[in-house]
Nanobody, 122 residues
Framework: QVQLVESGGRLVQPGDSLRLSCVAS????????VGWFRQAPGKEREFVAT????????TYADSVRGRFTISRDNTGNTAFLQLDSLKPEDTGVYYC???????????????WGQGTQVTVSS
């Protein structure tokens, strides 16, 4: 069973950048599409970005398109989310998830990491 571990979240100021990592173990990440989701306090988990197993196709939420970049290194069994031009409304716990298909609903993913906290505040 594939397990996912996220890292890279921390407190940053508006306009800063972060790179989140999602490392897979117990399986081959290239067999799966990877999605990134986030959840702010008191809100539902929302879609951020997804990438296919080959890395050839990506999809972004409107709120992050042009600021965030999803990528993957299948050799290293790792997926990434580059967050640029961060805003306070980007604050939340960021989760990576894996499934056979690249989809945008959290309900479609069965493999999840534990999350990493991103806080954007001055």
């Amino acid at each position: 069973q594939v397990q996912l571990v996220e890292s890279g979240g921390r407190l940053v100021q508006p306009g800063d950048s972060l790179r989140l990592s999602c490392v897979a173990s117990g399986g081959t990440l290239s067999d799966f599409a990877v999605g990134w989701f986030r959840q702010a306090p008191g809100k539902e988990r929302e879609f951020v970005a997804t990438i296919t197993g080959t890395g050839f196709a990506t999809t972004y939420a409107d709120s992050v398109r042009g600021r965030f970049t999803i990528s993957r290194d299948n050799t290293g069994n790792t997926a990434f989310l580059q967050l640029d031009s961060l805003k306070p409304e980007d604050t939340g716990v960021y989760y990576c998830a894996a499934d056979r298909r690249a989809r945008t609903s959290p309900a479609d993913y069965i493999i999840w990491g534990q999350g990493t906290q991103v806080t954007v505040s001055s």
